[in-house]
């Protein structure tokens, strides 16, 4: 009796992503085939190298993908359950809200500053907050024209429930403060927060090593410190802005210690605020060391060093 030939595996097609290029929220069209030279095709696999799993079927829309240069894979099963090599393309995902558009978004927006209270309790069980998460937003509160201000613990600006800000679409929020004393930041790092809700950077500790990480939970190089150089010699900071579910413009602005989250005002206020114009990001995270050792937070050529680690482009 002769044996069966040795199957031969499909291939994988797309035929398009469309746009190759698209804002965050924006639609973008995936379509692709499969052939099988002794079967034919079953079943369909799309991932992405940021989000992971997209989807089984040949062609579909999304609306949901992260901030980011992504590969898209395609392939194919066929009747042999055999699955083909997978086909590549590139599609990138960019924010329509960067902190270029500081001006119309905040400075001249109606604005809500809330701040992180230094009693407990708190919503989401959060932790009492440093002054200084408080004097480091004076470094962002003196540029904007209208805003009201209050503490996380004030039910008229926060639910006291969720952790989520209160306020119309159109609003600007600003919080100073990271997730461990600020409900509002924890409230938007949170997996089980709706994804329309979730700042694009989070940030956590693990074995005594502070991380910020994307959202999605893929990791980002260089972006973290060890608990001891955190609040003496070395802090990491981020400033994000995004566009929440209900259509609020956020600014998020926090360290992994106080000196970070003071860094950040202090990197505002001197670097970012006089360029706006070229700060042409989403995000950015950086490094402050207290390169002058006098324990104190310099601004950036003033006797400590700041470094870049990570930003988004739009």
């Known amino acids: 009796m002769s044996s069966l030939p040795p199957n031969i595996p499909p291939t994988a097609f797309i035929d398009y992503v469309n746009p190759r290029e698209a804002k965050i929220g924006e639609i973008v069209e995936f379509s692709?085939?499969?052939?099988?030279?002794?079967?034919?095709?079953?079943?369909?696999?799309?991932?992405?190298?940021?989000?992971?799993?997209?989807?089984?079927?040949?062609?579909?829309?999304?609306?949901?993908?992260?901030?980011?240069?992504?590969?898209?894979?395609?392939?194919?099963?066929?009747?042999?359950?055999?699955?083909?090599?997978?086909?590549?393309?590139?599609?990138?995902?960019t924010s329509p809200y960067t902190l270029s558009d500081f001006d119309w978004q905040f400075a001249t927006?109606?604005?809500?500053?809330?701040?992180?209270?230094?009693?407990?309790?708190?919503?989401?069980?959060?932790?009492?907050?440093?002054?200084?998460?408080?004097?480091a937003s004076a470094f962002v509160t003196t540029k904007l024209q209208n805003y009201a201000e209050g503490l996380d613990t004030n039910s008229n600006f926060v639910n006291q429930t969720s952790g989520r800000p209160l306020g119309g679409e159109g609003l600007g929020i600003i919080s100073f403060g990271g997730p461990m004393v600020n409900p509002v930041v924890k409230y938007a790092e949170s997996s089980s927060t709706?994804?329309?809700?979730?700042?694009?950077?989070?940030?956590?500790?693990?074995?005594?090593?502070f991380y910020f990480q994307l959202s999605n939970g893929s990791s980002i190089p260089g972006a973290s410190l060890p608990f001891s150089v955190i609040n003496h010699d070395e802090d990491m900071f981020v400033i994000e802005v995004y566009m929440d579910g209900s259509g609020r413009y956020m600014m998020v602005c926090y360290g992994f210690g106080w000196k970070g989250t003071?860094?950040?005002?202090?990197?505002?206020?001197?670097?970012?605020?006089?360029?706006?114009?070229?700060?042409?990001?989403?995000?950015?995270?950086?490094?402050?060391?207290?390169?002058?050792?006098?324990?104190?937070?310099?601004?950036?050529?003033?006797g400590d060093t700041y470094t870049i680690i990570a930003n988004m482009h739009a």
């Open 32 to 93: 692709g085939h499969g052939t099988d030279s002794d079967g034919y095709t079953t079943d369909y696999w799309w991932g992405s190298s940021i989000d992971g799993f997209l989807n089984t079927s040949d062609n579909f829309n999304s609306l949901s993908l992260s901030v980011g240069e992504h590969t898209i894979y395609f392939m194919v099963e066929d009747n042999d359950s055999e699955w083909s090599l997978p086909a590549k393309k590139t599609l990138n995902i």
């Open 109 to 135: 927006n109606n604005v809500v500053v809330i701040y992180p209270s230094d009693n407990t309790p708190k919503p989401l069980g959060c932790a009492a907050a440093w002054v200084s998460d408080w004097t």
């Open 194 to 209: 709706p994804s329309a809700d979730r700042a694009p950077i989070v940030g956590y500790e693990d074995g005594g090593i």
């Open 262 to 302: 003071y860094a950040a005002g202090k990197y505002f206020d001197t670097t970012i605020y006089p360029n706006l114009g070229s700060c042409n990001v989403s995000w950015m995270i950086a490094k402050w060391q207290d390169t002058n050792n006098d324990g104190f937070v310099n601004n950036p050529n003033d």
